[in-house]
């Protein structure tokens, strides 16, 4: 655009001098009305209910009076929260890292078979990712059932004896995770399918030519060419795992025993259904540190990507 | 792209004889482990539509439960003759459905103007909204509980218990990765495409519908889908707003009507399931190929 700026007054240096002024006055107007519904959106509906929790965060149950840091001294003193911390950083941190492996595996996989074929796979494997969460837990929590589970009844074929899915704390916590990892790896599997196909091809020629062994192929040329790519869909994938709320929800609502509770389900349980809302939103600001880490790197390598172009 | 797998293709097969042999090989695991993966990611809406096709008497017999003796459409005729199920699908239905038409009408027109008419801010309005397609909802439901209430206070508007309240609600989450990804490609096109328009004495707004639209049909395709998805797919915000049945959107008036304490009907629960799974399953069916390049546009392009 400042090109046409800078060109137009050359080609018609005296007429055009206020009228030009006129318009790039009307342009912005223009834009910034363009753009207006936009910025009222985020504004009413996530600028300010976002600084509105830190406020709600400071008051007591009833919300009538100013308690500071009341609720997270009282959050501090209680088991509960630090088992949520726990099992939210378990969960995101070991879910985020098996999907970035699956992802990447099976993305060699697909990347690896005749190009023709490659749609219908990619195709099939990602149809986790595009049914409803809520409702592919349901299908899980099936699978899970205590008395007529069908994943037992696999397992059984193989003289495993039934695990309680659910039902007992570890279990559920693995739980938890694999469901996230079964709707969350094929994204990944997308992300680096593409990447991997914008790794020039001559580089693993050379790499053959010069005796590189698979392994050093993929550690020395796919790896590093790729880099970029894993870090940001990485970084991504541990907001919306941190951030999760339908899994947890739909698979134990937070049981057995609190034991798989994350931030969100908890601050749901505390929030809506506890009745206290400041607690419910003290709760759930603890997402904030790790959001704005993984935002700010994310931020950054998008910011560098740009200055590039 | 098409140069280099052409270029390949000629250049490996003839020469090398062992190469083409660990080829083959790596081929044959590639097909072996992709097939394992397939039946891990298929397993859960293979076992759906399974349960969905038994009567309860079956279900709860004690065999093997991967195989259908007496295979029925009864869950889906209960399900779909009840008007509760259909009050829910048609709440989802005009809830997406909206939402789609805001979220499109707001984010292209933004992106618009973020990508090519820069304006005072513009710059930090685009980090912006990022920015806040990187707050989850999980942060937001609470403040906005009692926003609702202090809505209700001061100009008697009920926002609490009403599926409508969706609409309002769900561009929060569609709207700044619809424009995320707009810009991305609006962004990609020529400079001289719209230059062109303007010397010719088109409007901005001509500009808009006669040259960037119709370019980057792609991508509003992309934008579109998603946003239906998401819209379809939102569980967190109806699960905390909405209680009444009347006023339920699918997915939680699946969970929250059909399991009844600890008597859990689970054809009827899988057949919902796979309904509710349905129409995004659908769009993705015929529009895979945009549905993917959307996906990987909003990390890749911008």
């Known amino acids: 655009m400042a090109d046409i700026a800078a060109r137009n007054p050359a080609g018609h240096p005296t007429q055009q001098r206020s009228g030009l002024h006129k318009l790039m006055q009307r342009k912005s107007t223009i834009a910034f009305l363009m753009a207006l519904p936009l910025i009222l959106l985020i504004t009413i509906l996530v600028a300010y209910p976002a600084g509105y929790a830190v406020y709600l965060a400071t008051l007591n149950k009833g919300m009538t009076r100013f308690v500071g840091f009341g609720n997270f001294e009282f959050l501090f003193g209680r088991d509960t929260f630090w088992l949520v911390v726990y099992q939210s950083c378990l969960f995101a941190i070991t879910a985020v890292i098996f999907k970035a492996i699956i992802g990447f595996v099976v993305a060699h996989f697909v990347h690896n078979i005749p190009a023709k074929g490659q749609r219908k796979w990619r195709g099939m494997l990602l149809v986790p990712w595009v049914i409803p969460p809520a409702m592919s837990t349901l299908a899980w929590l099936w699978l899970f059932d205590p008395s007529y589970s069908a994943l037992n009844w696999l397992l059984a074929i193989f003289g495993i004896e039934g695990i309680p899915w659910t039902g007992e704390a570890g279990w559920a916590r693995f739980s938890v ?85 994350i931030f969100g389900t908890w601050a749901f349980r505390v929030g809506i259904e506890g009745g206290d809302i400041p607690l419910g939103a003290a709760v759930s600001l603890f997402m904030v540190p790790i959001l704005a880490v993984a935002a700010t790197f994310i931020l950054r390598d998008i910011t560098k990507r740009g200055s590039e172009v | 792209m098409a140069n280099t797998a052409v270029a390949t293709g000629a250049s490996t ?52 439960p991967w195989f259908i003796s007496n295979p029925t459409l009864q869950n889906y005729i209960d399900l779909l003759s009840q008007n509760q199920f259909l009050v829910f699908f048609r709440n989802s239905a005009i809830v997406s459905i909206c939402v ?72 929060t989450l569609t709207v700044p990765f619809a424009t995320w990804i707009m810009i991305g490609y609006f962004a990609s096109i020529p400079k001289e495409l719209d230059e062109a328009a303007l010397i010719d004495g088109a409007t901005w707004m001509q500009t808009l519908t006669k040259i960037f639209i119709p370019v980057a049909l792609p991508g509003i395709i992309a934008a579109t889908i998603f946003t239906f998805t998401v819209a379809w797919a939102q569980f967190l915000y109806p699960l905390a707003f909405t209680t009444s049945t009347s006023e339920l959107v699918l997915p939680v008036g699946i969970i929250t009507t059909l399991i009844k304490g600890d008597v859990f009907n689970w054809g009827q629960i899988m057949t919902g399931a796979l309904l509710g799974a349905a129409p995004p399953l659908i769009i993705y069916a015929f529009l895979m190929d945009y549905y993917i390049a959307g996906l990987t546009a909003g990390a890749t392009k911008g």
């Open chain 2, 13 to 64: 097969r003839p020469n090398y004889g062992s190469m083409s042999r660990d080829r083959t090989w790596a081929l044959r695991w590639s097909y072996f482990f992709l097939v394992l993966f397939a039946i891990f990611f298929l397993m859960p809406p293979i076992y759906m539509l399974i349960t969905s096709l038994k009567t309860s008497a079956e279900i709860s017999a004690a065999k093997n």
């Open chain 2, 100 to 171: 789609v038409i805001i979220t499109m009408m707001i984010s292209v027109i933004a992106a618009f103007a973020l990508a090519r008419m820069k304006f005072w801010g513009s710059a930090t309005l685009a980090t912006g909204v990022f920015l806040t397609y990187l707050i989850p909802e999980t942060l937001l439901f609470i403040p906005l509980f009692k926003m609702f209430a202090w809505v209700n206070e001061v100009f008697g508007v009920q926002l609490m218990n009403h599926w409508w309240t969706m609409i309002i609600l769900y561009p």
């Open chain 1, 177 to 261: 995770i694999l469901v996230n990892v079964w709707i969350g790896s094929p994204f990944f599997m997308i992300m680096y399918l593409a990447a991997l196909k914008s790794v020039p091809e001559q580089l693993y020629e050379a790499a053959s030519i010069d005796g590189a062994t698979w392994w050093q192929r993929i550690w020395y040329v796919t790896l590093p060419m790729m880099r970029n790519i894993i870090a940001i869909t990485a970084l991504f994938s541990l907001i919306v795992t941190f951030a999760n709320f339908d899994i947890v929800r739909v698979l134990t609502a937070g049981g057995p025993l609190n034991s798989t509770h």
